[in-house]
Nanobody
Framework: VQLQASGGGLVQAGGSLRLSCAASGRTFSRYHVGWFRQAPGKEREFVATIMWSGGSAYYADSVKGRFTISRDNAKNTVYLQMDSLKPEDTAVYYC???????????????????WGQGTQVTVSS
């Protein structure tokens, strides 16, 4: 599967952005999809993940209550709605996919098999 992340940009603190991760392939509904981010000089970190069915989602504590991950399997797209953005959310955001249709969730980068190219999110104070 190939992934294309988009929707990044420059926003003021307290604002919102919606990222999209568009996937190619007919079996997208069998993939878990996650969002990660990497700030300058820091490791890539987990943000959120959603199961193949869209039934369950999990978030990093730093974004819980502010970010919402969702998916539309008919459109082969996963979204990350980011509200109440903070300057510390500034990073390159990546989407990733793992072929898996079970009930576990995955929050480390090594567990994902496919990656998009990243989209820059900058939050000004």
């Amino acid at each position: 599967v190939q992934l294309q992340a988009s929707g990044g940009g420059l926003v003021q603190a307290g604002g919102s952005l919606r990222l999209s991760c568009a996937a190619s392939g007919r079996t997208f509904s069998r993939y878990h999809v996650g969002w990660f981010r990497q700030a300058p000089g820091k490791e890539r970190e987990f943000v959120a993940t959603i199961m193949w069915s869209g039934g369950s989602a999990y978030y990093a504590d730093s974004v819980k209550g502010r970010f919402t991950i969702s998916r539309d399997n008919a459109k082969n797209t996963v979204y990350l709605q980011m509200d109440s953005l903070k300057p510390e959310d500034t990073a390159v955001y990546y989407c990733a996919a793992k072929y898996y249709s079970g009930d576990l969730y995955f929050n480390t980068r090594n567990e994902y098999d496919y990656w998009g190219q990243g989209t820059q999110v900058t939050v000004s104070s």
